[in-house]
C-alpha cells in the first residue's frame, strides 16, 4: 500500500473573539452544510453515508456550542485566542 501523507495549515494566529467566532463558526457551518447535503443527496434512507452524516452533525453541533461558550468566556474576560488549526491529509492506494 502507498500513501502519501501531508500537513496543511488551515489557521494560524492570535484573534479577538470576534474574528475567532468568524473564523471557528464558520469552518463548523461549511462542515455541517456539505453533510446536510449528503444527507438530502443519498438514494437510500438507510444509506450508511446517511448515518455517519447525522453523527457528525451531532457532533459539530457539540464542538459549536464549547466554542461558543470559549468565544464568550474570552470576550467577557478580556482574552484573546490562539488558534493553530492543522489539518492532516492522507492519500491512500489501495
Do not use: C, W
Request: proline share 2%; aromatic share 6%.
Amino acid at each position: 500500500m502507498n500513501y502519501i501523507y501531508n500537513n496543511i495549515k488551515l489557521v494560524e494566529g492570535i484573534y479577538s473573539p470576534v474574528n475567532s467566532a468568524d473564523v471557528l463558526l464558520s469552518l463548523i457551518a461549511d462542515k455541517m452544510k456539505f453533510h446536510n447535503l449528503q444527507i438530502l443527496n443519498a438514494k437510500h434512507e438507510n444509506d450508511p453515508k446517511i448515518v455517519h452524516a447525522k453523527m457528525r452533525i451531532e457532533d459539530l453541533k457539540a464542538s459549536r456550542k464549547l466554542i461558543t461558550e470559549l468565544i464568550i468566556k474570552a470576550r467577557d474576560e478580556g482574552y484573546y485566542m490562539k488558534i493553530d488549526g492543522i489539518i492532516n491529509i492522507e492519500m491512500i492506494k489501495k
